[in-house]
Each structure stands twice: as C-alpha cells, then as structure tokens.
C-alpha cells in the first residue's frame, strides 16, 4: 500500500525534511503502514507495541500488559491545504459523553512522521496469530520486543533505551491514581495497583461485534 507516497509529496519543503532523511536512510517506511505487514513501535511512556495492519482501515495491537488484542481503524487525515498529514487510528468507543449519554470514539491523529519515529522492525504477515479478539500470545511487559523481532533481518531502528523498573513505577502509579477514596479502603485493590506484573483486559467496548 503505497499512501505514503502521496503524503510525501504534500509535505515538500525547500530542503529535505527529517522524514525525508529518515525515509532515504530506510526505504522500508516509504510505504508505512502496508497492510499484511507486521511492525514493532517504540515509545519511552509505553514501551514496545506490536502492531499488525489487517486491511486497508483496520490494524491489530499486542500492547504492554494485554491479555488480549485490541483492534483499531486507521486512516490519513490531510489539512485544507493537503500540506499536513496524519496517521489517525479510532479505538473507541470507550468513553461516554456526560451530556449526551453516548459513546464517544478515543481518535488520536499523530503526524505520520511522529509514528513513522517509533518504528523499530517489520516483519512480512501476521507473525503472532493476533488478528481477532484473542488472547495474546503471552503476557508482554513493556521492554520485551519479543525474540522474533530480536531476530529480524530489518532493523530500522533498534537503539532504543527501556528501563522495565521505571515502567513498572509509570503503572503503579497509575493504577493507584485511578482509585477513589472509597477504594483505598479495599486492600485488595490497592495491593493489584501496587502490583508490578498487573495486566489488563480488553473493555468489551472496544472488541469486534460479534457476528
């Protein structure tokens, strides 16, 4: 799938951007995304995601800590001019309107460059079997890139520093953040936010209807 292409033509400027460069030093993104490939993505707040682009529209997510995968619809977004584009992906509905009552889709639309950054490897196919609101292949923590990427012959940018103990605080502090008063009572509760090795479930909201 070569949307790419088109959007680097609207983003020319009188030198060459840092996509630009970052595209002539790996060719391999001057496609991103191509459906039926699978990538590895990297950031510093929630480590390593592997995600897998099923169709032109849909793509699927091991993240950190999931026990099952989560789906999403992608598409690029142009500005008036068509001189500014993003990578859009819509995981919602998750979140409800307070006025309306109804459910709001979560849409977060980064510059494709800012995604294009994050890239660590690509694989051909779906590798880990994750099309489809299943289990994962295993409980993932946020520094594990998995040993197929480890070992994969494209390494687009794999210097990339996660510090696994400093994550575990990222989450806990969450987790106990996401408490209310009346919680911190429940031991229980505060004991599984202060768990370093917590793992989520996918909100039903946010899986495939059922067919």
């Known amino acids: 799938v070569a949307v790419f292409c088109s959007i ?11 996509l ?4 002539a030093a790996n060719p ?3 496609n991103y995304p ?13 480590g390593y995601e592997v995600r897998y682009y099923e169709t032109e529209g ?5 993240l950190s800590r999931a026990e099952e995968t ?5 598409f690029i977004k142009r500005d008036k001019n068509g001189k500014f584009n993003s990578l859009c992906w819509e995981r919602g509905p998750e979140r409800i309107n307070p006025i309306w009552k109804k459910p709001v889709p979560i849409v977060n639309c980064p510059w494709v460059g800012e995604v294009i950054s994050k890239i660590v490897s690509v694989r051909d196919g779906d590798i880990f079997n994750i099309t489809g609101d299943k289990p994962v292949p295993y409980i993932r923590f946020e520094c594990d890139p998995t040993n197929a990427f480890k070992s994969s012959p494209v390494q687009i940018n794999p210097q990339r520093k996660c510090d696994q103990k400093r994550a575990n605080r990222t989450i806990q502090s969450k987790a106990l953040g996401d408490l209310s008063i ?10 599984r936010a202060l768990d370093p090795n917590q793992t989520f479930k996918t909100p039903e909201s946010l899986k495939l209807p059922k067919e």
């Open 8 to 18: 680097l033509a609207a983003c020319q400027s009188s030198g060459p951007s840092k």
């Open 20 to 23: 630009d460069l970052a595209i």
């Open 28 to 30: 391999t993104l001057a």
């Open 34 to 46: 191509s459906v039926g490939k699978t990538y590895l993505l990297f950031s510093p707040f929630t």
């Open 58 to 62: 849909r793509f699927w997510s091991w």
């Open 70 to 74: 989560v789906h999403a619809r992608w």
């Open 182 to 191: 009346f919680s911190i009572v429940n031991s229980k509760k505060v004991k």
